[in-house]
């Protein structure tokens, strides 16, 4: 069974202070990790798609990284406007299902 | 539309009431997901459609969830007999292709069963 485990379930940090949010899985034949940012009262908005291990992403202050086990984002000079939770799903093996994480909720403070 | 749209997107029925919920995905999307989003969790998976086809609906919580997209485009979630357990936001999303894609969510529908 595919699992997807997001950490930290929140994350507060100054703006300007970088950081990286994690996303282990375990799933055979990975097709795909995706990210996606949640803003309250919405649906996720994507972000980035990963194929392979070593494949990198960027978009303005994100970045995407990927290995055989995990993925990261990484925040770099948070602003307040990056306050989100963000969600890492995976797609792979058998499925066409994407099965998701719980979620890391980020806070940047002004 | 530019995007994925749900309506309505606040509900509250009463337990026994029957619910249909709307999706519009965007236009020429082959693939249609609903998932069920509870506060604090990610999008569980319910159902899956490749066009008309209903591929996979292992993620309904029960037989009181049935949902369809008759012409391949609009879709309806329907809730009979609803209880306080299905509470939850329901997300409708739609990708062009069928694997390894990436979803446009639409704004989902938060029900409320009293």
């Known amino acids: 069974e595919d699992q997807v485990t997001q950490s930290p379930e929140a994350l507060r940090l100054q703006e300007g202070e970088s950081s990286s949010l994690n996303c282990s899985y375990t799933v055979s034949g990975l097709r795909g990790l995706f990210w996606y940012r949640q803003d309250p009262g919405k649906g996720p908005e994507f972000l980035f798609t990963?194929?392979?291990a070593g494949e990198e992403k960027e978009k303005e202050r994100l970045k995407a990284t990927l290995t055989k086990k995990e993925s990261f984002l990484h925040i770099t000079a948070p602003k307040p406007e990056d306050s989100a939770t963000y969600l890492c799903?995976?797609?792979?093996?058998?499925?066409?299902?994407?099965?998701f994480g719980r979620g890391t909720s980020l806070i940047v403070h002004p | 539309g530019a995007g994925v749209s749900q309506s309505p997107r606040y509900k509250v029925a009463k337990r026994g009431q029957d619910v249909a919920l709307r999706c519009d995905p965007i236009?020429?999307?082959?693939?249609l997901f609903w998932y069920q989003q509870a506060l604090g969790q990610g999008p569980e998976f319910l159902t899956y459609f490749q066009n008309e086809a209903q591929l996979d609906k292992s993620g309904l919580p029960s037989d009181r969830f049935f949902a369809e997209r008759p012409e391949g485009s609009v879709s309806t979630l329907k809730i009979q007999r609803t209880q306080q357990e299905d509470s939850a936001v329901y997300l409708c999303a739609s990708s062009f292709r069928r694997l390894g894609n990436e979803q446009f969510f639409g704004p989902g529908t938060r029900l409320t069963v009293l």
């Open positions: 990963l194929y392979s």
């Open positions: 236009s020429g999307h082959v693939s």
């Open positions: 799903a995976v797609e792979g093996g058998g499925s066409y299902i994407p099965t």
